[in-house]
Nanobody
């Protein structure tokens, strides 16, 4: 059982930076794939980035490659999303999520992710 709590969301101007954090409670955090997802108003939730246990591989959505960086600190049970060069289209509620394993075919299959945080709002103004 994991509980996830996101923080760090705020309003920022286009071109700026911010870092989201997701703190987990639970004994087996290190064994989970951790992902960041976002959902804009009127749109479906979509994957942003995923990081494997031990950070052995990382995957980004095309829309954020080169701008966002996902990382994890297993000692602190914390997941991060460094967001640089943000754009107005990055405006969304950002969620962190945990998966025991990925079923294959997609890094961002929602049904793979068993635990979800409550979300943190990011608003990018032009």
């Amino acid at each position: 059982q994991l509980q996830l709590v996101e923080s760090g969301g705020r309003s920022v101007q286009a071109g700026g930076s911010l870092r989201l954090s997701c703190t987990a409670s639970g004994y087996t955090y290190t064994l989970y794939y951790m992902g960041w997802f976002c959902q804009a108003p009127g749109k479906e939730r979509e994957g942003v980035a995923t990081i494997a246990p031990g950070s052995v591989f990382i995957y980004y959505a095309d829309s954020v490659k080169g701008r966002f960086t996902i990382s994890r600190d297993n000692a602190k049970k914390t997941l991060y999303l460094q967001m640089n060069s943000v754009k107005p289209e990055d405006t969304a509620t950002y969620y962190c999520a945990a998966a025991n394993e990925l079923s294959g075919g997609s890094w961002f299959r929602n049904t793979d992710y068993k635990y979800w945080g409550q979300g943190t709002q990011v608003t990018v103004s032009s």
